[in-house]
């Protein structure tokens, strides 16, 4: 059943999909060439951390994964592989990739939210499996690296997923349109993500 959103469609822009599918796919390439990996296991790091938190989504939502449905998918998660082992390490040195990987987790969040709404699931749940598209795929990167995931750490990450999918699924249910919505909502995810990274933007500690 789909939700009776005007300004949304179950058809959502598969560029930006893919474009977020190929940036977490390069981080989790990264970690695995970091870790002296096969090639065969950097594309496995490429490929779970790409399309692990759409194909939780999906799974929850009840539909068929959607990297099974697009060959364009495995093309870009080996390009990417590819892309990392055969290029020197230094040249992914330094904070780009992270304002890459900022942009797709902003990205993200906000197509999974917005998938989550045209298929009938409610504003707020949406939001959440907006943060589950844009988190999940890190955290599995992280747990098979051995290194402490991004959710045990204080820097604003998933806080940054939230606000963008809180905001998309504010926004589609006052009726602004997509156009107007989604990049609205992304912006202000990446915003806060980048805030954070540039001024050391910390969630609290608890201390009692």
């Given at each position: 059943?789909?939700?009776?959103?005007?300004?949304?469609?179950?058809?959502?822009?598969?560029?930006?999909?893919?474009?977020?599918?190929?940036?977490?796919?390069?981080?989790?390439?990264?970690?695995?060439?970091?870790?002296?990996?096969?090639?065969?296991?950097?594309?496995?790091?490429?490929?779970?951390?790409?399309?692990?938190?759409?194909?939780?989504?999906?799974?929850?939502?009840?539909?068929?994964?959607?990297?099974?449905?697009?060959?364009?998918?495995?093309?870009?998660?080996?390009?990417?592989?590819?892309l990392v082992w055969l290029t020197p390490r230094r040249w992914w040195e330094g904070r780009l990739l992270e304002w890459a990987d900022a942009a797709g987790l902003a990205t993200y969040a906000v197509i999974g939210t917005a998938k989550a709404l045209a298929f009938g699931v409610a504003p707020l749940p949406a939001a959440i499996l907006?943060?589950?598209?844009?988190?999940?795929?890190?955290?599995?990167?992280?747990?098979?690296?051995?290194?402490?995931?991004?959710?045990?750490?204080?820097?604003?990450?998933?806080?940054?997923?939230?606000?963008?999918?809180?905001?998309?699924?504010?926004?589609?249910?006052?009726?602004?349109?997509?156009?107007?919505?989604?990049?609205?909502?992304?912006?202000?995810?990446?915003?806060?993500?980048?805030?954070?990274?540039?001024?050391?933007?910390?969630?609290?500690?608890?201390?009692?």
């Amino acid at each position: 059943m789909i939700a009776n959103y005007p300004s949304l469609s179950p058809s959502l822009p598969p560029l930006l999909d893919i474009i977020g599918i190929g940036v977490f796919a390069v981080t989790g390439a990264l970690a695995a060439v970091r870790l002296k990996q096969t090639f065969v296991t950097t594309c496995f790091f490429a490929l779970v951390t790409g399309v692990g938190g759409g194909s939780v989504r999906d799974a929850l939502i009840g539909l068929r994964a959607f990297w099974l449905e697009d060959q364009w998918v495995a093309v870009v998660v080996l390009g990417a592989a590819m892309l990392v082992w055969l290029t020197p390490r230094r040249w992914w040195e330094g904070r780009l990739l992270e304002w890459a990987d900022a942009a797709g987790l902003a990205t993200y969040a906000v197509i999974g939210t917005a998938k989550a709404l045209a298929f009938g699931v409610a504003p707020l749940p949406a939001a959440i499996l907006g943060v589950v598209t844009g988190c999940v795929g890190g955290i599995i990167r992280d747990v098979l690296a051995g290194v402490p995931s991004i959710i045990m750490r204080p820097e604003l990450y998933v806080t940054a997923a939230a606000l963008g999918a809180g905001l998309c699924a504010l926004l589609t249910v006052l009726n602004v349109p997509a156009i107007i919505a989604w990049p609205l909502a992304g912006l202000a995810g990446f915003a806060l993500r980048g805030a954070a990274m540039i001024w050391r933007i910390e969630l609290p500690h608890y201390s009692r």
